[in-house]
């Protein structure tokens, strides 16, 4: 079992940057694929970014590409995402997940990971 816990959420204004952490406990997470993933109010949670076990490949949802980074450390059991120049559009509950290895055409589907988090909450004020 994996357990993963999200932090580093919080309110900020628009164009200010966060980053959030995603420390996974259990047993090491170096074999799985780790992603990101957002749901706001009332709307389906949605793909954000995901990283192979390596760290090597990455994809990006087109709404955040060139903004949000994200990276991982192995050795730490951790998952990053680092967002610069947020927008009131990126309010949303963030969720980490974890999942097996998978061709970077399936990291955007919520269905292929096996593990999630609580979430962290991520306000953006205009």
């Known amino acids: 079992q994996v357990q993963l816990v999200e932090s580093g959420g919080g309110l900020v204004q628009a164009g200010e940057s966060l980053r959030l952490s995603c420390a996974a406990s259990?047993?090491?997470?170096?074999?799985?694929?780790m992603g990101w993933f957002r749901q706001a109010p009332g709307k389906e949670r949605e793909f954000v970014a995901a990283?192979?076990?390596?760290?090597?490949?990455?994809v990006y949802a087109d709404s955040v590409k060139g903004r949000f980074t994200i990276s991982r450390d192995n050795a730490k059991n951790t998952v990053y995402l680092q967002m610069k120049s947020l927008k009131p559009e990126d309010t949303a509950v963030y969720y980490c997940?974890?999942?097996?290895?998978?061709?970077?055409?399936?990291?955007?589907?919520?269905?292929?990971?096996?593990?999630w988090g609580q979430g962290t909450q991520v306000t953006v004020s205009s």
């Open positions: 997940a974890a999942g097996p290895s998978m061709p970077i055409a399936t990291m955007q589907r919520l269905r292929a990971y096996d593990y």
């Open positions: 259990g047993r090491p997470v170096t074999k799985n694929i």
């Open positions: 990283i192979s076990t390596g760290g090597g490949s990455t």
